[in-house]
T-cell receptor, first 115, second 111 residues
Framework: AQSVTQLGSHVSVSEGALVLLRCNYSSSVPPYLFWYVQYPNQGLQLLLKYTTGATLVKGINGFEAEFKKSETSFHLTKPSAHMSDAAEYFCAVRISGGSNYKLTFGKGTLLTVNP | ETGVTQSPTHLIKTRGQQVTLRCSSQSGHNTVSWYQQALGQGPQFIFQYYREEENGRGNFPPRFSGLQFPNYSSELNVNALELDDSALYLC??????????FGPGTRLTVT
């Protein structure tokens, strides 16, 4: 079974500051990892994903994440926060094999951006 | 290309009633997954349909059931509604192993 832990249910940064949202996972098989963003009263939008290959992945809106197997982590970063980044962010894991493609999500991190 | 759509957007039901939620998958996608997102929580996997067959189920009781149609659209049915069923229900479609694209969700309130 797989699981996801997101450290910090709420992160607050100033506009222009570095954004760092933490995600650690547990999986008995090599994982696929995802970050999704959810704006108020909306569904989830995929920011980026790691499947195989390069461990540093770039996504939309200037976000990137690095897969670190030794640390079982997949932290999300953005060099400079913008007001429009304020939203809830979810890390998710999926097993890389098998026929069931379910995603297991963390509890989410609410990002607020202060002017 | 049309994205994932869900209907209705909101609905209010009474405890003990039954509800049906609908999802239209993105064009070309053959897999639909349903998730329940309680307030302040991450989405929880309910079940998944692949080419009209159930392809995995999460830890939800049998009163949660579903269907996938030949055009790959899907329904989620919940019988004997309980107060704890109040949540945002998300549908996601994908082409088999590729990433899942989510709809805007249906907000269900059980009173």
């Amino acid at each position: 079974a797989q699981s996801v832990t997101q450290l910090g249910s709420h992160v607050s940064v100033s506009e222009g500051a570095l954004v760092l949202l933490r995600c650690n996972y547990s999986s008995s098989v090599p994982p696929y990892l995802f970050w999704y963003v959810q704006y108020p009263n909306q569904g989830l939008q995929l920011l980026l994903k790691y499947t195989t290959g390069a461990t540093l992945v770039k996504g939309i809106n200037g976000f990137e994440a690095e897969f670190k197997k030794s640390e079982t982590s997949f932290h999300l970063t953005k060099p400079s926060a913008h007001m429009s980044d304020a939203a809830e962010y979810f890390c998710a894991v999926r097993i890389s094999g098998g026929s069931n493609y379910k995603l297991t999500f963390g509890k989410g991190t609410l990002l607020t951006v202060n002017p | 290309e049309t994205g994932v759509t869900q209907s209705p957007t909101h609905l209010i039901k009474t405890r003990g009633q039954q509800v049906t939620l609908r999802c239209s998958s993105q064009s070309g996608h053959n897999t639909v997954s349903w998730y329940q997102q309680a307030l302040g929580q991450g989405p929880q996997f309910i079940f998944q349909y692949y080419r009209e067959e159930e392809n995995g189920r999460g830890n939800f009781p049998p009163r949660f059931s579903g269907l996938q149609f030949p055009n790959y659209s899907s329904e989620l049915n919940v019988n004997a509604l309980e107060l704890d069923d109040s949540a945002l229900y998300l549908c996601a479609s994908s082409l088999a192993t590729y990433e899942q694209y989510f709809g805007p969700g249906t907000r269900l309130t059980v009173t």
